[in-house]
């Protein structure tokens, strides 16, 4: 094979590997100019602890039980959030161990978040969010702005819509006549001396509102202690005490009965109109707030039948 024809057939080989080289070039500039391939969103699973029992309940409901990592030792409700560790409660919140549980948020009541615990959290970069509770409509938002917050807005909207229908079912039950009505909301069950009632601005004041009734409180604190003679005072139409807790027994309620009894100048223990209230729901202003509506409801429906 003569020289001439060897360089011949090398440029043609060159020539072929010059022409792909170009076209390969060609193709990776096009590529590199195009805009990327959309990439399907990435799942969200937040993972949530809970230090407020009606929070907890309130994230079950929304279907969102299955993110929550971590409870308050108060939280019981419902029965599977036993499954979830306790991380203490109130004063005595185990900021470590949640640390080390690494979560995405920690949903506290609005008075946690203005307390020692907003600086612990902050201080670890640890997201927390604060929920009001203090009046109906404060428990609506807060349960809007949660299934909001995590995706849950359709099972926020049911909720609510319910709630429309209980407020609107008491509402239009409520008496012409406007009964007093007294809600003991925390006392020692073997002891009337001193009682912690509802006062002004909080939810309890606002269904008694719905359901037809005023407030025998017309001082301006939210819950005031009071005295048995500051209730004799007040000479409530129907008393509502509200007693929980797991040592709470038919005992109990028959006792509390029975010191009311002890004091029958007062209206709504002269016509038994005292009801003693032992369900976890009756202190806890989440999603099971419509079963305080539809029960003081029926109070005072039961009330206006005797007038």
């Not at 003569?2 to 390969?24: S, T, Y």
């Not at 909207?157 to 006549?177: I, S």
């Not at 729901?281 to 109070?299: C, D, K, N």
Request: net charge negative; hydrophobic share 45%; aromatic share 6%.
């Amino acid at each position: 094979m003569n020289k001439k024809f060897c360089r011949q057939i090398i440029l043609a080989v060159l020539a072929i590997i010059a022409f792909f080289a170009v076209e390969r070039v060609v193709k990776s500039q096009k590529a590199s100019d195009a805009p990327p391939a959309p990439q399907p969103p990435a799942a969200t699973s937040p993972r949530i602890v809970s230090l407020v029992p009606s929070i907890t309940e309130t994230l079950f409901m929304l279907g969102l039980g299955e993110h929550v990592i971590a409870r308050s030792d108060h939280c019981d409700f419902p029965a599977e959030v036993a499954n979830r560790p306790a991380v203490g409660s109130l004063g005595s919140v185990n900021v470590e161990e949640i640390a080390r549980m690494e979560p995405d948020w920690v949903i506290l009541s609005e008075a946690q978040a203005q307390s020692k615990l907003h600086t612990a959290f902050a201080n670890l970069r640890i997201n927390h969010l604060g929920v009001p509770s203090d009046s109906l409509d404060d428990i609506m938002q807060g349960i809007w702005e949660l299934g909001d917050k995590f995706g849950a807005q359709d099972n926020a909207t049911v909720w609510l819509e319910q709630l429309d229908k209980t407020v609107t079912a008491a509402r239009a039950a409520a008496p012409e006549k406007k009964p007093r009505v007294l809600i003991c909301a925390g006392r020692d069950p073997g002891d009337l001396r001193r009682i912690h009632i509802s006062g002004k601005g909080n939810f309890y004041e606002d269904i008694i509102e719905i359901a037809g009734g005023v407030n025998a409180y017309d001082g301006k604190l939210p819950y005031p202690m009071v005295s048995l003679e500051g209730i004799a005072q007040m000479n409530p139409d129907i008393i509502i005490d509200i007693i929980t807790g797991p040592s709470v027994d038919a005992t109990v309620v028959a006792d509390a009965l029975y010191q009311w009894s002890r004091l029958p100048s007062i209206k709504a223990v002269a016509t038994t109109d005292v009801h003693v209230l032992t369900d976890s729901w009756a202190v806890r202003p989440g999603p099971r707030i419509g079963l305080v509506i539809e029960t003081f409801s029926m109070y005072i429906q039961k009330w206006d039948e005797k007038q």
